[in-house]
Structure formats: C-alpha cells, structure tokens
C-alpha cells in the first residue's frame, strides 16, 4: 500500500455540497474512499458556529459506519483515538463501526489545526461532544417520525435509536432522512457518570496499521514521478557560506541537480542514498562575522549576565529587600540547563511539488497553516493555492512546530521545478538547532526564626529564551515578599519550543531548591507545600494561575499512594507542578546497592480533570517520565566554536529500556472538564529524581545532565 | 550498476543499485517497503531492523552488496495477516504512541523471542536495549513481548 494523495479531490467535492446546501446539516457526498463514493452519508456541523470554527466532523454511511474527521496532527498523543472516542460518547455510536481519518489543512472548515501546548482535548471538548449529541438527536428525530411516535419515547444505545415498544433502528437506516431535519440547537451533554465510552483505556485506533509496517509516516509518502533532495547547512551556528565547490557533487551517479538557497547547498538525486552520498562530495567553505560560541562562552554568558544583565521583572510583591535584611536564614542556590535537540525518531521531511497552478504540500507538521502561511510568503504565491496534507508524525517533542523543513521543500521543487521529498539525515536534525534553550536559574529564600519564607526570589537567565519563568505559578501566592526576574541574551543558535517549554527545567530546578528550602526550615517538603497552599488559600498574595484545592488533592493523593516517608530502605523525593492546566504530583523512589543510587519507580498522580482514555492517558504519563528523567539524566549538547560535538545517537545519549524506572500512573478524574496530557506529567519529574537523589546520597544535584554530576561522576 | 536479486518476505526481487547501498534504502524507495524505518543511518536506533536468515539486523548499515542470498524478512513479510504472536501482543498491550520507531522494535523482538521462547525481564531488556523509543513507551513494549512470549507455541 502506497499513501497516495486522494482527499483532496473529495474535500472540494464535500465542499461543494457544504455550498450547495448552505446550512449546518447537508446530504453530504463521501470523500473516504473506504465509505464507497456513491453512498449518502450523513454530516453534521458544529451548530453554534456557520462555517468556520468547529474541530471536527462526522458522518454516518448506510451501514452505519461512522467516520470521524481528526483535523489536528497525530505525533503520539493519540488525539485520533482520543477525539473519536468523545464524539462517539455522545452519538451513543457503536465503538467497533467507527472510523478516524485525517483531515487535511483546511482552515475554511476547521479551527487550531495544530498540536501544541497540550490543548486540542480542552479546545475541542465541547465542540466534539456537541456534535455528537446533535446527531444523535437528529437521528432519534428521524426515528421518531418514521415511527410516528413522539421523540421522547425514543432513546439510543450501541449504534441504534430504540422506542419503548421494542421498534428498533440502526444509525445507517437513518442517516439519509436525518440529513434533511434541520440541525437542532442546545442539545444537553451527557452526564460525566454516565459515559461508556470516555475513560475507557481504548486501543489506539492505528495500531494495526503500525504493527503492520504501512506507509503511515511523511517520510513513508512516496509518489511516482518525485525526486529526493538531502541539505548541507552551516555546520556552525553563525556560519555563512564563503563558497561551494559542487562539481564533483553534481557527477556523482543518480544526482540531478544540486541547487544553493540561503546558506544551503541542496543535492538533487533520483534517490535518498544517491543524494546522500553525494552530499559528502560537497565541499563547501564557510565564514563567520562574528566569533563562534562555544559552551564555554555560554558559562560566562550565564555568570555576567546573572549579575549584570538587564532584568526584566515579570512579578513583584511586597519588599522583598527588606524581608531578606530581616531574615534569620538566607538560603541561595543557582540549577542550570544545557541546549537539547529534540530528537523525533523520524527525522524531519516535507514532500512540495511547486507548478504554475499551485502548491501540494504534504508530510509531518504540528502547525500546518503556519507551514502554508510561510511557503506562501516565500513564493509569493497565494494561500488559496496551496494544500496542505498531514501525514502521521514519528515524533514532535515541539520540533514540528517549526516548519523550516517543509519551506526548505517548497523551495528546492520551486527552483527545480519537479516534485521532491527533502529528507534530514539525523545528524542535520541533531545539529540543525531549534533546541531547548539552556537556561542558568538563581533561587534565594528568606526564612524567618521558624522556619516559615518570607522572601523568595528566582532570576532566569536564558540563551534565546525570552522569559524563562512562570511567574505566577506555584509558590507565587503563598510568600509576601516575591520577586521574578528574566535576562535573556540572544545567540546565533537557533532554539524552539520543547516538550512544555520552560517548565520542563525550570520545574526542576523550582522544586528541587524548594527541597532544600525544606530541609533549612527542618520541615517536611510535602508538608511544606501544603503549609505554603494553605498560606495561599487564607491569605493571597497577588494574582496566581493555579488552582490551590487541586493542587492540594494530587499532593495528597501521591503521599499516600507511594507512603511518603513511610518506607524502609528506599529513599524518596517528592515534585509536583502545575503546566499546561494540570497538576501533576510525583515522587521517586531510589534504593542504594553497592553503595550506589539506583532509581526504581515513580509514582505520578495527575489531574487533567476528566481522563478521555484511560490507556492513552497512562502512556502519555509514562512516555512524560521516561523522556523528563531520560533528559535530566542524559541530555546535553556541548559547543565548540558554533558547532555541538554531538550529531547522532552515537554521542548523545538517549534513554533506553534497561534504563527506566517502574512508574505507577494514576488520575484524580474529577469530572472537570478535560485539561492537556501531552506535556504536564514531564515537568516535576526532573525535581522527584534530584529530590530522591539527595536523600540516597546527600549530593543535590543542581544541574543537568545529572549523569555529568557527582554522585556520578566526580566533580 | 550492478543488478542484485534478493530475497525479500519470500520473494526474489531484482534491484539495480550502486553496491553500497543500504538494505535499509533499496527497501523504501526501490521495492517501496515503507514499513522499515530510517532512524539515525548509524545503527543506534534500531527503527531499520529487519531478519536475515531469522536474525535480527540493522538494515541501515548492511550494504546490498553483502546481503547476497540471504533470506530477508521485513515487517511486512512478519506475518501473513499481522497476526504474528508479538504483532498480536503489540496491539493487545496498546504499545505505540507516534508508532515510528514499532517496526524494528517488533522486529527485533521477533527474533529475540525465535531464540529465547520464555524469556525473563531481564533477558526482555537486554535483547531490546539497542532499540530507542523517543515516546518512551519502553514499559509496554518489555511487557508486550513478554505478553507475546506466552502466545507462542
């Protein structure tokens, strides 16, 4: 099976109708091919809003199967599975007939066609379920009157509409006279407790294709007819071409043309391995205005600017000056962060096949209107007349949210004018920068003769980070005297959003230094954040962003689930943090053999309100803490003169399976409406790992990469 | 260039590429064999591995010139109907989150589970340390091949 390109031609026939019909409900016409063309299906959209502005749709074909459109791109955080599942609740639908495609970019039909910030669930929520339940009572409607008896003796299971004296009515019966009832208004939803099909831990909807090896993946998009172009960048970050000798590029076999845009060299070949080959007969010279930085530069950028650098302050309550002259105790402490890549495991690639009537664009973006947006400004080139087809994303980790890589794409096929997949080796993915920023923190806290803070103060230092702080976030709120302060320096190296950008260090770095906060005050640290919520809750200080009684009940929760300081022999450290809307608690738990810390297991307790998949929920909580402990532990890049020493999974270390921790995920699932899952249970996980750490060894490990830290490696 | 004749998933395919292409390439974009996945192009990754004669292998370092005669099977040659026992255990343990990186870790544990039927955990993490999971879903995957290891025979 070859992915080939066919929902284009059915979206302009879907639209088509959509005009003709004019309204929210339609007699809609297939654009899935596996539906049958000729069936009449029913779609419905989002009622509140004319044409723009719904997330999503569906559609029931005469045998009742229901097929649901997922707008937003798929790199793992099961949102496919997920959207259809909400949907599927409300419509009362048989889970067993319904499908889930990919819709393409269409921004006409649907809004926040992206992954990011953990926020399609919350986004959508309520638009899913409206449509949802507004079929169903379209359906319900169409029974009624079919029967001649009143809808309210009419009620829905399973894929059917059922009348109290036993009649009966699949969905597909119905789909065809439901298409021509006018779209109801203030459909009530469903009742948390009385959801079947929400929280259950459903298999993903892919995974027989994944198991199976189909051609899922931009990478996977193959057509007849395309050619394939590999990049030599700057090796450097600062770097810009002196000159490039191609010849011997250019005669190597397969290679049809090699092309220099910008400060790239890009090789043409009829064949990934041809091109990549004959990459490495360029030999391209580089210059550079300006000196190159090395890690080293970054460690005194970090310490002059601590000092010296121009602050900008994103929070201020009460004297924070004061409170620390009075102090009886001043404690202070500085957690640094290097630069990370990514590392999606496929590597980044766009298809662009650029002609005089338009643009196709195809392959793995997080933010395909921002793609569409850009090629259009770049080849001036009208966005009406470019599509956008998202393919499955092996990975995004928020490196696909840049789309440099599809605009590299367009513009090879625009000057070559041929049809081109543009593949990055690792190693250009591994050094083509967009990375975390590496961020340098400074912590003070004034404590009083018992114990209590009254001063707190945390100054971020980041190389291209903007505001490095989550200023109104946990323990803002709880403390008179507070203080946030940012610097930022611009670098050449080039930095994007990563895994909840921001707090997935400065979580870390916030929860570890409130442990030894702790320790100074003699107190217990769980105990201590609960003091802290309860000093927020009685006797606020300014505006904060989270929410005290839920942040309250995942402390809680996790203590008691992993004993919190009741266990013999094992030592544990607690985090918890609050990102993306949720609340995340978790505590590590390590043993010391031979005289060494061994971590064995965390224990997270989330509340992202209602759990739309139990399964999924699980793996997005697992997969957070084995990429927030692998990171901590493991991740780095290291500069020398613009260039990081590591390029592929030889020298940059990556978790493996040997390495991870046991971990128990559990959800406070409180009915709320549902919060994000992509990001928040990474956060806190660096602080429980350090936080236990120093239990087991008496070492408090102040930054990352641990694994370059006493107790592991002497410092 | 030189014409290979291999032995793809049962089959004797010819292809006529330069000798030291990889297995890995003269799979996706000759005999368009999408299943197995480029990764990192240095064997640290696993997502390219495949079975020669049984065994499991890194495709992205194997030159086409070396594969001669050798019997390869790639994820979709596994199972006729995706119903190998660790394909099974796969969907059953729901193990993939982006799912890129499935294909040579089925593979991988495949092979393993040829050589070792009833292996303990830790058997399970050695045999699958060379295979990176980015998402991280390592939990399910050591579980599913241990689900898969009491599915056959």
Same mark, same amino acid.
């Given at each position: 099976?070859i992915?080939?390109?066919?929902?284009?031609?059915?979206?302009?026939?879907?639209?088509?109708?959509?005009?003709?019909?004019?309204?929210?409900?339609?007699?809609?016409?297939?654009?899935?091919?596996?539906?049958?063309?000729?069936?009449?299906?029913?779609?419905?959209?989002?009622?509140?809003?004319?044409?723009?502005?719904?997330?999503?749709?569906?559609?029931?074909a005469?045998?009742?199967?229901?097929?649901?459109?997922?707008?937003?791109? $798929?790199? %793992?955080?099961?949102?496919?599975? /997920?959207?259809?599942?909400?949907?599927?609740? &409300? =419509?009362? +639908?048989?889970? #067993? *007939?319904?499908?889930?495609?990919?819709?393409?970019?269409?921004?006409?039909?649907?809004?926040?066609q992206?992954?990011?910030?953990?926020?399609?669930?919350?986004h959508?929520?309520?638009?899913?379920?409206?449509?949802?339940?507004?079929?169903r009572?379209?359906?319900?409607?169409?029974?009624?009157?079919?029967?001649?008896?009143?809808?309210s003796?009419?009620k829905? $299971?399973? %894929?059917?509409?059922?009348?109290? /004296?036993?009649?009966?009515?699949?969905?597909? &019966? =119905?789909? +065809?006279?439901? #298409? *021509?009832?006018?779209?109801?208004?203030?459909?009530?939803?469903?009742d948390f407790k009385?959801?079947?099909?929400?929280g259950?831990?459903?298999?993903?909807?892919?995974?027989?294709?994944?198991?199976?090896?189909?051609?899922?993946?931009?990478?996977?998009?193959?057509?007849?007819?395309?050619?394939?172009?590999?990049?030599?960048?700057?090796?450097?970050?600062?770097?810009?071409?002196?000159?490039?000798?191609?010849?011997?590029?250019?005669?190597?076999?397969?290679?049809?043309?090699?092309?220099?845009?910008?400060?790239?060299?890009?090789?043409?070949?009829?064949?990934?391995?041809?091109?990549?080959?004959?990459?490495?007969?360029?030999?391209?010279?580089?210059?550079?205005d300006?000196?190159l930085?090395?890690?080293?530069?970054?460690?005194?950028?970090?310490?002059?600017?601590m000092?010296?650098g121009?602050?900008?302050?994103?929070?201020?309550?009460?004297?924070?000056?004061?409170?620390?002259k009075?102090?009886?105790?001043?404690?202070?402490?500085?957690?640094?962060?290097?630069?990370?890549?990514?590392?999606?495991?496929?590597?980044?690639?766009?298809?662009?096949?650029?002609?005089?009537?338009?643009?196709?664009?195809?392959?793995?973006?997080?933010?395909?209107?921002?793609?569409?947006?850009?090629?259009?400004?770049?080849?001036?080139?009208?966005?009406?007349?470019?599509?956008?087809?998202?393919?499955?994303?092996?990975?995004?980790?928020?490196?696909?949210?840049?789309?440099?890589?599809?605009?590299?794409?367009?513009?090879?096929?625009?000057?070559?004018?041929?049809?081109?997949?543009?593949?990055?080796?690792?190693?250009?993915?591994?050094?083509?920068?967009?990375?975390?920023?590496?961020?340098?923190?400074?912590?003070?806290?004034?404590?009083?003769?018992?114990?209590?803070i009254?001063?707190?103060?945390?100054?971020?230092?980041?190389?291209?980070?903007?505001?490095?702080?989550?200023q109104?976030?946990?323990?803002?709120?709880?403390?008179?005297?507070?203080?946030?302060?940012?610097?930022?320096?611009?670098?050449?190296?080039?930095v994007?959003?990563w895994?909840?950008?921001?707090?997935?260090?400065?979580?870390?770095?916030?929860?570890?230094?409130?442990?030894?906060?702790?320790?100074?005050?003699?107190?217990?640290?769980?105990?201590?954040?609960?003091?802290?919520?309860?000093?927020?809750?009685?006797?606020?200080?300014?505006?904060?962003?989270?929410?005290?009684?839920?942040?309250?009940?995942?402390?809680?929760?996790?203590?008691?689930?992993?004993?919190?300081?009741?266990?013999?022999d094992?030592?544990?450290?607690?985090?918890?943090?609050?990102?993306?809307?949720?609340?995340?608690a978790?505590?590590?738990?390590?043993?010391?053999?031979?005289?060494?810390?061994?971590?064995?297991k965390?224990?997270?307790?989330?509340?992202?309100?209602?759990?739309v998949?139990?399964?999924?929920?699980?793996q997005?909580?697992?997969?957070?803490?084995?990429?927030g402990?692998?990171?901590?532990?493991f991740?780095?890049?290291?500069?020398?003169?613009?260039?990081?020493?590591?390029?592929?999974?030889d020298?940059?270390?990556?978790?493996?399976?040997?390495?991870?921790?046991d971990?128990?995920?559990?959800?406070?699932?409180?009915?709320?409406?549902?919060?994000?899952?992509?990001?928040?249970?990474l956060?806190?996980?660096?602080?429980?790992?350090?936080?236990?750490?120093?239990?087991?060894?008496?070492?408090?490990?102040?930054?990352?990469?641990?694994?370059d830290?006493?107790p592991?490696?002497?410092? | 260039?030189?014409?290979?004749?291999?032995s793809?998933?049962?089959?004797?395919?010819?292809?006529?590429?330069?000798?030291?292409?990889?297995?890995?390439?003269?799979?996706?974009?000759?005999?368009?064999?999408?299943?197995?996945?480029?990764?990192?192009?240095?064997?640290q990754?696993?997502?390219?591995?495949?079975?020669?004669?049984?065994?499991?292998?890194?495709s992205?370092l194997?030159?086409?010139?070396?594969?001669?005669?050798?019997?390869?099977?790639?994820?979709?040659?596994?199972?006729?109907?995706?119903?190998?026992?660790?394909?099974?255990?796969?969907?059953?343990?729901?193990?993939?989150?982006?799912?890129?990186?499935?294909?040579?870790?089925?593979?991988?544990?495949?092979?393993?589970?040829?050589?070792?039927?009833?292996?303990?955990?830790e058997?399970?993490?050695?045999?699958?340390?060379?295979?990176?999971?980015r998402?991280?879903?390592?939990?399910?995957?050591?579980?599913?091949?241990q689900?898969?290891?009491?599915?056959?025979?």
């Open positions: 099976m992915m080939n390109k066919t929902l284009h031609q059915g979206r302009r026939n879907f639209l088509r109708q959509a005009t003709l019909a004019g309204g929210g409900l339609f007699l809609g016409f297939s654009w899935f091919e596996e539906a049958g063309a000729t069936e009449q299906m029913l779609q419905v959209l989002h009622p509140d809003i004319d044409v723009t502005g719904f997330n999503s749709y569906l559609s029931i005469k045998d009742g199967i229901v097929t649901i459109a997922s707008p937003n791109p $798929e790199l %793992g955080q099961n949102i496919r599975t /997920s959207f259809a599942q909400i949907v599927a609740e &409300e =419509l009362d +639908a048989n889970w #067993s *007939k319904v499908k889930v495609v990919q819709a393409p970019l269409d921004t006409k039909r649907f809004d926040r992206l992954t990011g910030g953990s926020g399609a669930i919350p959508s929520w309520k638009r899913l379920r409206t449509a949802g339940a507004t079929a009572q379209m359906l319900m409607q169409a029974a009624a009157t079919q029967w001649g008896v009143p809808v003796e009419c829905t $299971e399973n %894929g059917f509409v059922l009348h109290s /004296s036993g009649k009966k009515l699949g969905y597909g &019966e =119905l789909a +065809a006279t439901a #298409s *021509k009832l006018e779209v109801p208004k203030d459909i009530a939803l469903k009385d959801f079947k099909i929400i259950k831990p459903i298999r993903n909807v892919e995974n027989r294709n994944i198991v199976t090896g189909k051609p899922l993946f931009g990478l996977d998009f193959y057509r007849d007819g395309m050619v394939y172009a590999v990049i030599q960048r700057p090796p450097a970050f600062g770097a810009k071409i002196k000159s490039a000798s191609v010849d011997a590029a250019k005669a190597s076999p397969g290679v049809l043309d090699v092309v220099t845009f910008n400060n790239n060299v890009a090789v043409v070949a009829k064949s990934t391995w041809e091109a990549m080959k004959a990459k490495k007969l360029l030999k391209v010279e580089y210059e550079a300006k000196a930085e090395s890690s080293t530069d970054h460690e005194k950028i970090f310490t002059d600017l000092d010296n121009q602050a900008q302050t994103k929070r201020k309550d009460g004297d924070v000056d004061a409170a620390f009075n102090a009886a105790k001043v404690l202070k402490a500085e957690y640094q962060c290097p630069f990370i890549p990514h590392n999606p495991m496929e590597p980044m690639n766009f298809f662009a096949d650029v002609t005089e009537d338009g643009i196709e664009l195809i392959g793995p973006t997080q933010t395909p209107q921002a793609a569409r947006k850009a090629v259009s400004d770049l080849l001036k080139v009208p966005e009406d007349k470019i599509t956008v087809d998202i393919t499955r994303l092996g990975g995004g980790f928020g490196r696909r949210l840049k789309f440099d890589y599809a605009v590299e794409a367009a513009q090879i096929s625009s000057l070559i004018k041929k049809p081109v997949k543009l593949i990055w080796s690792r190693e250009d993915d591994m050094t083509g920068g967009s990375y975390r920023p590496a961020v340098r923190y400074r912590f003070e806290a004034a404590l009083d003769a018992s114990g209590n009254i001063a707190y103060k945390c100054k971020g230092v980041g190389l291209n980070e903007g505001n490095s702080l989550r109104d976030n946990f323990p803002a709120g709880a403390v008179d005297n507070y203080l946030m302060e940012t610097v930022n320096h611009v670098t050449p190296i080039t994007g959003a895994r909840a950008p921001v707090t997935n260090f400065l979580a870390y770095a916030e929860q570890s230094f409130l442990d030894e906060v702790a320790e100074a005050a003699g107190k217990d640290p769980v105990q201590m954040r609960l003091d802290l919520l309860k000093r927020a809750k009685e006797k606020p200080v300014g505006a904060i962003k989270y929410d005290i009684a839920r942040m309250d009940t995942v402390i809680r929760t996790a203590a008691e689930k992993a004993g919190w300081g009741k266990k013999k094992v030592f544990q450290g607690f985090s918890v943090y609050f990102s993306h809307a949720s609340y995340v978790q505590i590590c738990e390590m043993v010391v053999k031979n005289g060494k810390p061994e971590i064995s965390i224990y997270a307790v989330s509340d992202c309100g209602v759990v998949n139990e399964s999924g929920a699980k997005q909580v697992m997969g957070a803490i084995v990429d402990y692998g990171h901590a532990m991740g780095k890049l290291v500069f020398k003169a613009g260039e990081p020493e590591q390029k592929n999974f020298r940059y270390r990556l978790i493996r399976m040997s390495e991870i921790p971990v128990d995920a559990s959800f406070i699932n409180n009915g709320i409406d549902p919060t994000g899952l992509g990001e928040p249970a956060p806190p996980t660096g602080g429980a790992v350090a936080n236990a750490l120093y239990k087991a060894t008496g070492v408090r490990v102040r930054k990352q990469p641990f694994v830290q006493p592991f490696k002497k410092g | 260039m030189p014409v290979y004749t291999l793809v998933n049962g089959k004797g395919l010819k292809v006529d590429v330069a000798e030291d292409t990889p297995l890995l390439w003269v799979l996706r974009d000759h005999l368009r064999l999408l299943g197995t996945k480029y990764g990192c192009g240095v064997g990754c696993g997502a390219c591995t495949v079975h020669m004669n049984g065994s499991a292998m890194r992205c194997l030159p086409i010139s070396s594969v001669g005669a050798a019997k390869i099977t790639t994820i979709e040659g596994l199972s006729a109907n995706g119903d190998h026992p660790v394909q099974k255990a796969w969907e059953e343990v729901d193990v993939p989150q982006c799912g890129y990186c499935q294909s040579g870790q089925i593979m991988t544990a495949a092979a393993f589970l040829k050589q070792v039927p009833k292996p303990t955990m058997q399970i993490k050695s045999a699958m340390n060379g295979n990176i999971c998402c991280g879903a390592y939990h399910r995957i050591r579980e599913a091949v689900v898969a290891s009491t599915k056959t025979k």
